[in-house]
């Protein structure tokens, strides 16, 4: 019935990749498949473009290049370079932010792509690590504050938009930064 479909989409979208999969057989691997065209065009990017597209798979909502710096820890690589090309790849989307300030997006299919990625290298903890470091700092630049009842909620509402991947960093109950793990 109903239940039995809602349920099967639900397992199809939290699998995008291996829904998108097949294809016809008369055209070239790379584009057989969401995976294969996703693959093809990592394979395309610069060993440091690399890095950069699976570190910033932690973010779930826009960032900055201020934070994508923070995050992807690479003093040698121009990061606002790497994301222009990753933008160019079509990797990426940047959105007009606030003022002189773009503000990057990765879709999430592409992002899952990506988190695979940086799994299989091996530095999620490390850049999660880093994640949490830079949006505690970020609160405490801030020095956020719950107060009230809508407050809380902003709270929330930006947790979930940080990363759904990253221990939370924000103490809610007692309104306050906390730095380190919960």
């Known amino acids: 019935g109903i239940r039995d479909l809602d349920s099967l989409i639900s397992r199809q979208l939290e699998q995008r990749l291996a829904v998108a999969s097949g294809g016809p057989v008369?055209?070239?691997?790379r584009h057989r498949s969401l995976t294969a065209t996703l693959e093809w065009s990592h394979d395309l990017l610069t060993e440091a473009d690399r890095v950069t597209f699976r570190r910033v798979s932690v973010f779930a909502g826009p960032w900055t290049t201020t934070a994508a710096e923070a995050v992807c820890a690479r003093p040698e690589t121009d990061v606002a370079g790497t994301l222009a090309r990753l933008v160019g790849q079509s990797l990426l989307t940047?959105?007009?932010g606030t003022?002189?300030?773009?503000?990057?997006?990765m879709l999430e299919t592409?992002?899952?792509y990506a988190q695979a990625r940086l799994e299989a290298a091996g530095e999620t903890d490390e850049t999660l690590a880093r994640h949490r470091e830079y949006v505690a700092g970020v609160a405490d630049a801030v020095e956020l504050r719950v107060t009230h009842a809508a407050s809380l909620e902003a709270v929330t509402v930006t947790r979930m938009s940080v990363s759904v991947r990253v221990i939370p960093c924000l103490d809610v109950d007692a309104g306050r930064v906390v730095k380190g793990v919960n």
């Open 110 to 112: 592409i992002r899952e």
């Open 99 to 105: 003022g002189d300030v773009p503000r990057y997006r």
């Open 94 to 96: 940047r959105d007009g």
């Open 26 to 29: 008369d055209v070239p691997y």
